[in-house]
T-cell receptor
Framework: GESVGLHLPTLSVQEGDNSIINCAYS??????FIWYKQESGKGPQFIIDIRSNMDKRQGQRVTVLLNKTVKHLSLQIAATQPGDSAVYFCAENSFLRSNTDKLIFGTGTRLQVFP | DTEVTQTPKHLVMGMTNKKSLKCEQHMGHRAMYWYKQKAKKPPELMFV???????INESVPSRFSPECPNSSLLNLHLHALQPEDSALYLCASSLLQGPGSGANVLTFGAGSRLTVL
C-alpha cells in the first residue's frame, strides 16, 4: 500500500549544529507535504509545508526540500536549539473527490539536542 | 482564537463505561478530524467531517462513534472499549479551500489521553 516513512528513528545533534531529518514517500500522486513537530504531552504543531510544484521552501531556521524523482522529503533545521528537541513527522495530504483533506503521517524521527 | 480545545485531558474508564471526548474550535474551519496515537507511533486517522458531514471513516470499530453537532464542535462517543484502545486521541481542524488547493493545514489540539482498564 501507499506509505510515508522516515529513514532514521532518532537523530542526536549538538546545540548550534544543523539538523537534517529525512522522509521517503511512495505515492507518486502526492502533491502536498507538511512537517509537524510534536513535543511531549502536546499535539502536533505545524512547521512548514511544500507543494509538489516546488522543490524548496524556507521558513525561519527551517528549510524543506522535495525531490520528486526519488520521492524524498527532508527538513533542515539551522542552528539547532534545545527547544527543537521533539518528534518530527512528515505527512502527506491528499484532497479527495469527497471535498475532504486526508492527512497521513510518516513514522516520525526523534530529535535530541545536546548542549 | 487559533486553538483547538480538547476535553478532558485525561480519562480513565472501564470496559463497560460510556464516555465522550469533546473538541472545539472557533477558527471557522469546516473540516474536523479525529486521530488516534499510540506511544512512539504516528497519529492514525480515524474520522473526518467536512461541512458537518462524515466524509471519512477509516474502518474504525463501532465502539467509537463520532458526532459533529455543529461546525465548531466534534465529539467522540466511547462505549465498550478494550484496553488496547488506550491511546492519545487527537482532534484537528482545517480550513477547506476547495479542490486542487492542497494547502490545507491541520491545526491539532493537545489531545485526550485515554486509559481503558
Amino acid at each position: 500500500g501507499e506509505s510515508v516513512g522516515l529513514h532514521l528513528p532518532t537523530l542526536s545533534v549538538q546545540e548550534g549544529d544543523n539538523s537534517i531529518i529525512n522522509c521517503a514517500y511512495s505515492n507518486s500522486a502526492s502533491d502536498y507535504f507538511i512537517w509537524y513537530k510534536q513535543e511531549s504531552g502536546k499535539g502536533p504543531q505545524f512547521i512548514i509545508d511544500i507543494r509538489s510544484n516546488m522543490d524548496k521552501r524556507q521558513g525561519q531556521r527551517v528549510t524543506v526540500l522535495l525531490n520528486k524523482t526519488v520521492k524524498h522529503l527532508s527538513l533542515q533545521i539551522a542552528a539547532t536549539q534545545p527547544g527543537d528537541s521533539a518528534v518530527y513527522f512528515c505527512a502527506e495530504n491528499s484532497f479527495l473527490r469527497s471535498n475532504t483533506d486526508k492527512l497521513i503521517f510518516g513514522t516520525g524521527t526523534r530529535l535530541q539536542v545536546f548542549p | 482564537d487559533t486553538e483547538v480545545t480538547q476535553t478532558p485531558k485525561h480519562l480513565v474508564m472501564g470496559m463497560t463505561n460510556k464516555k465522550s471526548l469533546k473538541c472545539e474550535q472557533h477558527m471557522g474551519h469546516r473540516a474536523m478530524y479525529w486521530y488516534k496515537q499510540k506511544a512512539k507511533k504516528p497519529p492514525e486517522l480515524m474520522f473526518v467531517y467536512s461541512y458537518e458531514k462524515l466524509s471519512i471513516n477509516e474502518s474504525v470499530p463501532s465502539r467509537f462513534s463520532p458526532e459533529c453537532p455543529n461546525s465548531s464542535l466534534l465529539n467522540l462517543h466511547l462505549h465498550a472499549l478494550q484496553p488496547e484502545d488506550s491511546a492519545l486521541y487527537l482532534c484537528a481542524s482545517s480550513l477547506l479551500q476547495g479542490p486542487g488547493s492542497g494547502a490545507n493545514v491541520l491545526t491539532f489540539g493537545a489531545g485526550s489521553r485515554l486509559t481503558v482498564l
